[in-house]
């Protein structure tokens, strides 16, 4: 076991896919010899060449565009948008060929191999464009799958996952915790699963779900409401496409109670998709309206950022409301 | 970055410049003053030819289908068959072709055979894209053939993507993409050319320039002089060819491929034709062009240039050319028939494919569809055909927690 944080266990995954499988490619804005802006792709053209870890002009479109065909070749992209914000040139790209490739040819083609990199979130004082959490416009694509980590550990080993996993991902890196986020990560090579949830604390009086960096801020609420003798159960989603109701539907059964958390804005929230689910396979278990907890339904701000965010105080309150309804 | 200093302002335009047009063979079908003939032995320009011919046969057999209301929709390469079928022919049959959904006769030059194309125009249960896409999105992996997606332009930096694929796999082959000169238009062909030629990737890019897009005229898609200026600007090779004469079409494509392939480098071609058909069998020309501008490209007709040399060069006949055509009109039709009858594919089919492996939120809503379908069975006939109808509604799961 190593200490590292965010971007070391990152790195280290891309470092660990590279060595084994010459065929996987790291490219993007500023990925090469400066290793990427926040230098998760460090070291990595000077360890495997300018062949295999470069720097592309800058056109997130050609970036997507040129992994797809990369991908479609055989090869293995990990293809970095620099920021999550700036991915939307290369929406045409990613929602209506990375997803398609597959089902349109009927499996003669497929562009499994593509893993599309990007950091995500607000709390950096990033305003509108260094901020956005753009999950549900992806989430809404059949044919993608989207994972985001909450730590250096789970974000290594989902990152190994998503290189080798047999289909496209996107996989959304919470920026906050890049460097905040320190943990112990095994050296050795190792996967998490994708598709699947992962209950984080065990509780009996509600249940808790986010993903990313939201499970931090969760887990400050969380230690607010034990202190009122509130039992939460918490589950990180870890991938919401495809997501693993199972395992809500299960705990909500057990607690009949749901807060979900997440950055982005309410209306046509990922929260949403969930509330629906549990409210359609737990409806008559359910003891209490499903809260949702999220951004507000604006531009993501800059000076008044900490009102905007659900913060754990927010969540706190939901998780009260929602035990005393 | 190389400059030379000034000191009076001094703009510049691109009038500095002015491009020609390689071009071989006259429309009577014989050989420019000064031309030289390329290397084709007997059997390849046979071989071109036929696959013309085939084109021009098939998309006038199936536009009289769609007329007929036997199939939904089409689209003709009538009129750019040069274009497409020699560029195809300068090619390694192994390298790689990115289309953008006028390039039949690329596949017809590989030999994919009529029923292959009928069985993808009718959705069929033997399309190799099982019924999932429009008529004419056409796609062969074994011919190196990327299916056809209907968004313009995408594949164009994908093409770049497949060959930088190529260079580093070192197996000597290429990527050639085609796009229309209103495709050229959308940021993905600019991207696609600047990465190229960043990244010294072994693709071409072959424009046809077919003087519309759908109804805009190419004096209201660009102010330039056409295309092919563009490249000088990614620093790329570039040729402007007369894509009526596939003698200069398969030539210009020959070279570029060694450019390509020995030295890494992306090349454009822009090929100057015109669309002789209606964009679709959707569309009516007759809103936005004149008959007489029409006549003047008919004269060109590429198809008749080719043939016309050939029959000089006495490695073609009229006797051929008429058993030819009535054998591939009989085969259209004959293939078309049994294409029209077959089944659809299977209900299953809906869901497959979106992943390598079905999801379980996907298969639940795939039972919650089988249940209804079983209970609204004439509603859904096509779907209802691959289901046994006597499983009961309510003994099926209903995945409920």
């Known amino acids: ?325 | 970055m190389m400059t030379e200093y000034v000191h009076q302002p001094d703009f510049m335009t691109g009038d500095e410049f002015s491009i020609p047009t390689f071009s071989l063979l006259c429309p009577e079908g014989e050989l420019h003053d000064g031309a030289i003939e390329p290397a084709l032995e007997r059997d390849h320009a046979r071989r071109i030819y036929q696959a013309m011919l085939a084109t021009r046969i098939l998309d006038e057999r199936m536009m009289a289908a769609q007329r007929q209301g036997r199939l939904s929709f089409y689209m003709q390469c009538t009129g750019e068959e040069a274009a497409v079928v020699g560029a195809t022919a300068a090619l390694d049959d192994a390298d790689m072709i990115m289309a953008q959904y006028r390039e039949q006769g690329a596949l017809m030059y590989r030999g994919f055979s009529i029923d292959e194309f009928m069985n993808q125009l009718f959705g069929n249960e033997l399309d190799y894209g099982k019924g999932r896409q429009m008529p004419i999105h056409y796609g062969s992996r074994k011919l190196h053939y990327m299916t056809i997606s209907s968004p313009l332009a995408t594949q164009i930096p994908q093409a770049t993507g497949y060959a930088y694929g190529q260079k580093l796999a070192g197996d000597g082959h290429c990527t050639l993409t085609f796009f229309g000169e209103g495709a050229a238009s959308e940021g993905d062909f600019h991207a696609a050319l600047n990465m190229a030629s960043v990244h010294q990737v072994p693709v071409i890019f072959f424009c046809r320039n077919n003087g519309y897009a759908i109804s805009t005229p190419a004096v209201e898609q660009f102010a330039a002089d056409g295309i092919a200026p563009r490249a000088f600007g990614y620093h790329m090779h570039v040729i402007r060819v007369d894509g009526n004469d596939v003698l200069a079409v398969y030539e210009a494509t020959r070279q570029a491929r060694k450019i390509a392939v020995e030295r890494n480098q992306p090349v454009l071609i822009e090929a100057m034709s015109y669309r002789l058909a209606a964009h679709s069998s959707s569309d009516d020309p007759s809103g936005y062009r004149s008959k007489d501008e029409e006549e003047v490209w008919r004269a060109k007709d590429p198809v008749l240039r080719l043939k016309k040399w050939l029959l000089k060069k006495q490695w073609w006949s009229e006797e051929e050319e008429s058993t030819q055509q009535e054998a591939l009109r009989r085969e259209v039709l004959d293939t078309l028939k049994r294409a029209e009858k077959r089944a659809s594919p299977p209900l299953e089919s809906l869901i497959s494919d979106v992943y390598a492996d079905i999801t379980p939120a996907l298969q639940r809503q795939f039972d919650q569809l089988k249940r209804h379908i079983r209970r609204y069975p004439d509603a859904y006939p096509r779907g209802a055909k691959s289901l046994d109808l006597d499983v009961g509604t309510d003994t099926d799961s209903q995945g409920e927690a």
């Open chain 1, 1 to 325: 076991m190593a200490t590292m944080n965010m971007l070391q266990a990152i790195n280290n995954a891309l470092d660990i896919a590279m060595a084994e499988d010459e065929k996987v490619i790291c490219f993007g804005e500023d990925v090469g010899i400066f290793g990427g802006v926040f230098r998760a792709t460090s070291h990595l053209q000077e360890k495997y060449g300018k062949a295999r870890c470069f720097n592309t002009p800058l056109v997130e479109q050609g970036i997507i565009g040129f992994a797809n065909g990369l991908a479609a070749q055989g090869s293995v992209p990990v293809a970095e948008i620099q920021f999550a914000d700036y991915i939307f040139p290369a929406f045409d790209q990613i929602v209506n060929e990375t997803a398609k490739f597959r089902y349109r040819s009927g499996d003669l083609f497929n562009v499994g191999g593509l893993t599309i990199r990007t950091p995500y979130g607000g709390g950096i004082a990033g305003g509108l464009y260094h901020s956005q959490s753009p999950e549900a416009y992806f989430t809404h694509t059949p044919g993608l799958k989207v994972v985001v980590p909450r730590n250096p550990y789970q974000a290594k080993g989902l990152l190994l996952a998503a290189i080798r996993d047999p289909d496209p991902v996107l996989f959304l890196e919470p920026k906050r915790l890049y460097r905040a986020a320190v943990g112990e990560v095994p050296e050795e090579d190792y996967q998490l699963p994708i598709g699947e949830a992962e209950i984080t604390k065990e509780g009996t009086d509600i249940t808790v779900v986010g993903w990313g960096a939201q499970m931090e801020v969760i887990g400050k609420a969380v230690e607010l409401a034990e202190e009122q003798g509130i039992a939460c159960e918490v589950i990180d989603l870890r991938s919401l496409l495809p997501w693993d109701a199972d395992t809500v539907v299960e705990s909500v059964l057990k607690t009949g109670r749901l807060v979900v958390s997440h950055e982005a804005p309410l209306t046509g929230g990922f929260a949403g998709e969930i509330a629906a689910t549990i409210q359609e396979r737990c409806f008559l278990y359910l003891e209490s309206p499903i809260a949702r907890v999220t951004g507000l339904d604006t531009p993501f701000p800059l000076v008044l950022e900490k009102e905007y965010l659900p913060d754990h105080l927010k969540i706190f309150e939901a998780i009260r409301e929602s035990v005393n309804f």
